[in-house]
């Protein structure tokens, strides 16, 4: 059973950086593609990007070209996304999300909230 | 990127009907289609994954149709816990793409 379990709220000032983890259970964390996904308020989902099994090859959204890293701790079996220069529109819920067994497995989700 | 285009964008219904909500893909996805039920403040509730398989727990009222770039989620006999907003998302390439969503309401 795949299992993404994501790190806490988050409140951050315009300008702030924030750094969410998503930790994967099982033994095959090294073989997926692992994606993130974001949901602001009353709105739809929107694809930020994807990273390897090997975090040596990351795809983001032209969107988030600049302001967006995702790393990889296949130590930890743990994905973490870094989103800089926040504003007010960043504010959502972002969810890490794999392909596996033919569908899509999520974690909880992550509000992070952007406001001064 | 591929665009996925659902209706209707709202839905009024009112229990034990049956309801149909459309999904169309704007290039073939064959059937790496994922439907979702959304309730507020929560994550999505994935109901149906390539196209029309049923994900483990998910009541049979929910079925979903289609291949290539046309898709369908029918749900027969709506129950009171259905009230919800329902997405469909392309996993055949990324971007994954999503359906704006369909919000089912009480008629």
């Known amino acids: 059973q795949v299992q993404l379990e994501q790190s806490g709220a988050e409140v951050k000032k315009p300008g702030a950086s924030v750094k969410l983890s998503c930790m994967a259970s099982?033994?095959?964390?090294?073989?997926?593609?692992m994606h993130w996904v974001r949901q602001a308020p009353g709105q739809g989902f929107e694809w930020m990007g994807i990273i390897s099994p090997t975090g040596d090859i990351t795809t983001y959204a032209q969107k988030f070209q600049g302001r967006v890293t995702m790393t990889r701790d296949t130590s930890t079996s743990t994905v973490y996304m870094d989103l800089r220069s926040l504003r007010s529109e960043d504010t959502a819920v972002y969810f890490c999300a794999r392909e596996s067994d033919g569908k899509v497995h999520w974690g909880q989700g992550t509000l992070v909230t952007v406001s001064s | 990127d591929i665009q996925m285009t659902q209706s209707p964008s709202t839905l009024s219904a009112s229990v034990r009907d049956r309801v149909t909500i459309t999904c169309r893909a704007s290039?073939?996805?064959?059937?790496?289609l994922a439907w979702y039920q959304q309730k507020p403040g929560k994550a999505p509730k994935l109901l149906i994954y390539t196209a029309s398989s049923l994900e483990s727990g998910v009541p049979s009222r929910f079925s979903g149709s289609g291949s290539g770039t046309e898709f369908t989620l029918t749900i027969t006999s709506l129950q009171p816990d259905d009230f919800a907003t329902y997405y469909c998302?392309?996993?055949?390439?990324?971007?994954?793409?999503f359906g704006q969503g369909t919000k089912v309401e009480i008629k």
């Open positions: 290039q073939s996805i064959s059937s790496w």
């Open positions: 998302q392309q996993y055949d390439s990324y971007p994954w793409t």
């Open positions: 099982g033994n095959t964390f090294s073989t997926y593609y």
